[in-house]
């Protein structure tokens, strides 16, 4: 059985940063594209970061260049690095995993419950 749990999120501030932190049992992790979604009330699902099997990272325009993504097949972990958080941000995240990529962005095979992020102004 495959679960999925995601962690790490909480309040901050403007400008504060935060590291999410994602781990997947119950199947061969480093076979998985992974990456991370979210949500705000009243908005879709919209999916921020992946990163393949190989290392290739995908950002959404609205947090390249202050989000990181990174994995850790080792620890079957995947990690969210949000420096820079602005309201903007304040959303539910969900950490997925797939074994096609192209399938991860429309929203993936497993996802966890989700990790809570409020960036406060």
């Known amino acids: 059985q495959v679960q999925v749990a995601e962690s790490g999120g909480g309040l901050a501030q403007a400008g504060d940063s935060l590291t999410l932190s994602c781990t997947i049992s119950?199947?061969?992790?480093?076979?998985?594209?992974v990456g991370w979604f979210r949500q705000a009330p009243g908005k879709q699902r919209e999916g921020i970061s992946c990163?393949?099997?190989?290392?290739?990272?995908y950002y959404e325009e609205s947090v390249k260049g202050r989000f990181t993504i990174s994995r850790d097949n080792a620890k079957n972990a995947l990690y969210l690095e949000m420096n820079s958080l602005s309201p903007d941000d304040t959303a539910m995240y969900y950490c997925?995993?797939?074994?096609?990529?192209?399938?991860?962005?429309?929203?993936?095979?497993?996802r966890g419950q989700g990790t809570q992020v409020t960036a406060a102004p």
């Open positions: 119950g199947l061969t992790f480093e076979d998985y594209a």
């Open positions: 997925a995993a797939d074994l096609l990529y192209s399938r991860l962005i429309t929203g993936g095979l497993y």
């Open positions: 990163i393949t099997t190989g290392g290739a990272t």
